[in-house]
C-alpha cells in the first residue's frame, strides 16, 4: 500500500473519518528542509508497501500547519499512530528502530518490518576526524538543532525540557537528536563545542549554548530566534 500524502485539511478529515474503526494509522509530519526526514521518508515509504493493512499518511507540517497544531508538533520527524480517531503511541525523531518497534506493538496482526529500515548507523569503530565529520552533519541537520537528553516530547531532564518549552513558546521549529541514545556523539559534543552539558543549542549549524545562554540571549534580545533562523 503507497502513502497517502495529505493536500488539505479536508482531505486529512476525509482519510482520517472514513478509516474502519479497527484500522491502525500512522501519521508521519515532516518538512523538506529537515535532513533527518530524507531517512525517515525511505523508511516510511518502505513500511507502506511492507504492511497493507496499515493507512501510512504523511503530512508536511510546513504547508498544514493546522493540522500539525492539532498534535502539536513542534519537531520533525514526528509520528502518531491513531486507531479510531484516539491517538496510540507518539514519537518524535529520526529513530527507525523505535518506529518499527512501536508500529509493531500497535498493529493488532505485528507485521514484522522489513530488513530495509533498519536505520544508518555509526561504525563500530570510529576515528575522531569521522567522529567529527558526523557531528558537523548532525549539527546542521537543521536550521535549528537541539542535542538534549530524551525527546521533545519526553525530555530526560530538568534543562532539556526548559529550553524545549522556550523553543515552543517562541514558535521555532527544531530538529533534536538524543544524546542519551548515542555515547560517541554525547561525549565528542562536548569536545566539538567544547561545552561540558546539555542541552545544547545550534543554529545554522553553529553553537549558541545551553539553557542559560539562550535565557540571557532572549533577555538580551528578545527577537533573538528571529534573527538567527
Not at 502513502?3 to 501519521?27: C, G, N, R
Not at 508521519?28 to 508497501?49: D, G, K, R, S
Not at 499518511?57 to 514526528?78: G, K, W
Not at 479510531?84 to 518490518?113: H, M, Q, R
Request: overall charge negative; aromatic content about 10%; glycine content about 4%.
Amino acid at each position: 500500500m503507497s502513502v497517502i500524502e495529505i493536500t488539505s485539511e479536508s482531505h486529512f478529515a476525509e482519510v482520517t473519518k472514513t478509516a474502519p474503526p479497527t484500522k491502525l494509522l500512522a501519521l508521519y509530519f515532516h518538512t523538506p528542509w529537515a535532513a533527518p526526514c530524507i531517512q525517515m521518508n525511505t523508511v516510511f515509504n518502505t513500511l507502506a508497501e511492507a504492511n497493507p493493512n496499515v493507512g501510512f499518511v504523511a503530512i508536511n507540517a510546513d504547508d498544514h500547519p493546522d493540522i500539525s497544531e492539532l498534535f502539536d508538533v513542534t519537531a520533525v520527524p514526528y509520528f502518531a499512530l491513531i486507531r479510531n480517531g484516539t491517538i496510540v503511541k507518539e514519537l518524535s525523531g529520526a529513530d527507525p528502530k523505535e518506529f518499527v518497534a512501536a508500529l509493531n506493538e500497535s498493529n493488532n496482526e505485528g507485521t514484522t518490518a522489513p530488513a530495509a529500515a533498519a536505520p544508518a548507523t555509526a561504525p563500530a569503530t570510529e576515528s575522531e576526524e569521522e567522529l567529527n565529520e558526523r557531528l558537523k552533519k548532525l549539527t546542521s541537520a537543521a536550521p535549528v538543532m537541539l542535542f538534549m537528553k530524551g525527546t521533545p516530547a519526553a525530555p530526560q531532564c530538568g534543562f532539556s525540557r526548559q529550553l524545549v518549552a522556550i523553543l515552543r513558546e517562541h514558535q521555532v521549529k527544531f530538529g533534536f537528536f538524543d544524546i542519551l541514545k548515542d555515547d560517541s556523539v554525547r561525549q565528542g559534543l562536548k569536545a566539538f563545542s567544547d561545552w561540558p552539558t546539555f542541552p545544547q543549542l545550534y543554529v545554522s549549524g553553529e553553537f549558541q549554548g545551553g539553557l542559560d545562554i539562550v535565557k540571557e540571549n532572549l533577555e538580551d534580545d528578545p527577537e533573538f530566534f528571529a534573527a538567527a533562523v
